[in-house]
């Protein structure tokens, strides 16, 4: 069984989406605990931590045999504790960062959401130098995005996700550093790769589970 740990519960049915499309049989569990992005956008990613950890031990404890977090702000933390929950733990956007980094040097990040563009940033680094590539990462935020996602307002959310997409100029790669950013990949008309999180997240989630 594969857990993911959800900042909101929207991630819910795409994931289970995504399950049944690709990766038939798989059983996943949800955890959904949108306080830890709210903790984490007012006191920073580590204040999470022992919050993260507790959520890890009970995923565990019900049988799971891999953790995914979906959420890129929080991604880090759980990843790092992964040594005491005993099972991979995954950040999802680190499959993207990998595959940005292999599609060119000129990275663009966009997000809705100001915290977590140092941590997508970050990570893509991290990828680059694994690699042993050169990266000049820019960060967009999309004004005004987050307020609508907040709203339930999905589809303003993702025009305006798809029109700050279409609007980059001089870039290899874009990529969406929110996995609830991922179906504006549909909208989008730029002749630029757009990357999203979710659908390699999940996938090596699924490794991870099979071979944990």
Do not use: K, N
Not at 159 to 170: I, M
Request: hydrophobic share 50%; glycine share 8%.
């Amino acid at each position: 069984m594969l857990a993911l740990l959800h900042t909101s519960p929207v991630h819910v049915p795409v994931f289970d989406a995504l399950r049944d499309e690709a990766h038939p049989g798989l059983e996943l569990r949800h955890h959904v605990h949108a306080e830890l992005l709210e903790r984490a956008r007012r006191e920073g990613p580590e204040a999470v931590t022992e919050a993260v950890r507790a959520v890890l031990r009970q995923a565990v404890a019900e049988g799971a045999r891999a953790v995914v977090c979906t959420c890129s702000t929080i991604g880090g933390v759980a990843e790092a504790a992964a040594g005491r929950a005993g099972v991979p733990v995954l950040r999802v956007d680190r499959p993207m960062a990998a595959a940005a980094v292999a599609a060119g040097p000129r990275v663009v990040v966009l997000a809705a959401l100001e915290s977590t563009l140092a941590p997508t940033t970050a990570l893509i680094g991290e990828e680059a130098r694994e690699a042993g590539r050169r990266v000049d990462v820019r960060t967009l935020l999309v004004d005004g995005a987050w307020p609508r996602f907040e709203a339930g307002d999905t589809e303003g959310y993702l025009r305006l996700v798809a029109e700050a997409a279409d609007a980059v100029t001089g870039a290899d790669v874009i990529v969406l550093a929110q996995a609830s950013m991922a179906p504006a990949r549909a909208a989008t008309r730029s002749a630029v790769p757009v990357l999203a999180s979710p659908a390699p997240g999940l996938a090596a989630g699924a490794v991870a589970a099979r071979l944990g």
